[in-house]
């Protein structure tokens, strides 16, 4: 059985190319051999996304977030807090933020890596 993955979009980043983000994220899991559970799909004032994607990863019990870029992230950056929980990897460009990876400590978000 292959690992599980969420995908999650910012409907206010990704704009008109939704659709074209969700099949680039349908895809990247795919070929990384992830099980795409689900993808979540936020807007602006979506309250607490973070929060919201550290319930569907507990709650659906996968391995990573696949997302289009860091923009789709507040100040770009990774939340150390959902990279805690799932590897976060980005489609553009491609690259994973492993939870192992996280020394103890390590700053509160990720954008630096």
Do not use: C
Request: charged share 25%.
């Amino acid at each position: 059985m292959n690992p599980g993955a969420i995908g999650y979009i910012r409907q206010d980043v990704s704009g008109a190319r939704r659709q074209w983000d969700e099949v680039r994220i349908r895809t990247l899991a795919g070929r990384l051999g992830y099980d795409l559970r689900k993808v979540a799909v936020f807007g602006p004032h979506t309250d607490r996304p973070v929060h919201r994607l550290r319930v569907l990863v507990a709650n659906l019990g996968v391995d990573a977030v696949i997302v289009p870029s860091l923009d789709h992230f507040e100040n770009a950056a990774v939340p150390r807090d959902l990279v805690e929980r799932a590897d976060v990897i980005t489609v553009d460009p491609e690259q994973t933020f492993a939870r192992w990876l996280i020394p103890p400590d390590s700053p509160a978000d990720m954008g630096s890596r």
